[in-house]
């Protein structure tokens, strides 16, 4: 089964252990923990496929990638289409379609106007058009900032835009977090979308802190796999490990994750990819 970790735990954990990022140490750790797939972000200076033939290398297969964006101005979005672009057309030789983007919020925590959400949600469908043509998809993904006011940035770029350009990768957490810790929310959103959920990012928390392991706490994940099932979603399964300073360690980056995989394959299997 396809199982993908994204490598932003594993800068964390490099940070927490006081050393620099090494992303073949984590990607070699990730294949001991029995993960089978590696999703990394690209940003301007990045070599998309350098990275690919280190995952390769790694026994790890890549199908999705972060690509960073600002798209709520007509001149910002330009240079993140292209850039969008550019990871694509390097990626896609290596087996990756799923392009993942979270358009970047204001400074300052500020809400972007209704006018700013209009030119975001023509942004984000022009460049999921222009993946489309080359057989890839952009999958929308937010964190908690869309989720305020109403979650007014979240529910637009989904309502505004063509199910067929637009697709969601379903944060379960940021989307549980960004609700103020509600379940009810977070199922509400598969009701609406949940027939465009392409990619589904795995993490846990207990008692609102987030958890070094994938299993039991604040969030039902039986529930949601249950309810996305329903909705006949088929997504890419990428488990996203992360840290804030409360959350406890008591096993090694391996251990951790070999845990959060078998409790993804045991929960989420049968509606794998």
């Not at 209009?118 to 460049?127: D, M, N, S």
Request: hydrophobic share 45%.
């Amino acid at each position: 089964m396809f199982i993908a970790t994204n490598c932003y735990g594993w800068t964390q954990i490099a940070a927490r252990e006081g050393r620099a990022y090494d992303r073949p140490r984590a990607m070699a750790d990730a294949r001991a923990a029995g993960l089978t797939g590696w999703e990394d972000a690209f940003g301007e200076t990045s070599d998309p496929a350098g990275v690919a033939a280190e995952a390769k290398a790694a026994g790890l297969a890549m199908r999705s990638a972060y690509v960073f964006g600002t798209f709520h101005t007509a001149e910002a979005a330009a240079l993140s289409h292209d850039h969008a672009l550019k990871v694509c057309d390097a990626l896609m030789p290596h087996g990756v379609t799923r392009f993942i983007s979270n358009p970047n919020p204001l400074p300052g925590g500020a809400l972007k106007s209704d006018a700013e959400l209009r030119v975001q949600a023509g942004e984000l469908e022009r460049l999921g058009a222009s993946l489309r043509a080359r057989g890839a998809e952009l999958l929308f993904h937010t964190h908690s900032p869309e989720m305020r006011a109403s979650a007014r940035e979240f529910h637009h770029m989904l309502v505004a835009t063509d199910p067929l350009s637009v697709r969601l990768c379903l944060d379960l957490h940021w989307i549980w977090r960004g609700a103020e810790n509600s379940q009810v929310a977070l199922e509400d959103i598969i009701r609406l979308y949940g027939d465009r959920v392409s990619e589904l990012h795995i993490r846990q928390s207990q008692n609102g802190i987030w958890h070094e392991t994938v299993g039991e706490g604040d969030i039902d994940m039986a529930k949601m796999a249950e309810m996305l099932k329903a909705k006949g979603a088929k997504p890419l399964l990428v488990i996203e490990h992360a840290y804030e300073e409360a959350t406890t360690m008591t096993l090694n980056p391996v251990a951790a994750h070999a845990a959060s995989t078998d409790y993804v394959k045991r929960v989420f299997g049968a509606i794998a990819a």
